[in-house]
Nanobody, 120 residues
């Protein structure tokens, strides 16, 4: 009933920028926290940035000062502005959202991921 669709990934040179978007659609009563996670080949999925409904943010140490997470509650969309990209940022980036249906506890949803590739 709910899906998250990411967009904005691609192949860029080191030092370039990308902006990822993730839009939630379906049966949504409320969206609480949203976030971005990434998984590189051979590594575990790790949190990159999260944002509460009120706008409080948290960032992984590796991206502080380079990435900015934001959201548009009216559009049920979360963004990740990625600047000064490094080869170590290359990964599949996944959108996450805690969504309430109004019928029970919030449910955590994941997008299918968008590939970010950064060349040296």
């Amino acid at each position: 009933q709910v899906q998250l669709v990411e967009s904005g990934g691609g192949l860029v040179q080191a030092g370039a920028s990308l902006r990822l978007s993730c839009a939630a659609s379906g049966f949504i009563f409320s969206i609480n926290a949203m976030g971005w996670y990434r998984q590189a080949p051979g590594k575990q999925r790790e949190p990159v940035a999260t944002i509460t409904r009120g706008g409080s943010t948290n960032y992984a140490d590796s991206v502080k000062g380079r990435f900015t997470i934001s959201r548009d509650n009216a559009k049920n969309t979360v963004y990740l502005q990625m600047n000064s990209l490094k080869p170590e940022d290359a990964a599949v980036y996944y959108c996450n959202a805690e969504i309430g249906s109004g019928l029970g506890p919030d449910v955590q949803y994941w997008g299918q991921g968008t590939q970010v590739t950064v060349s040296s």
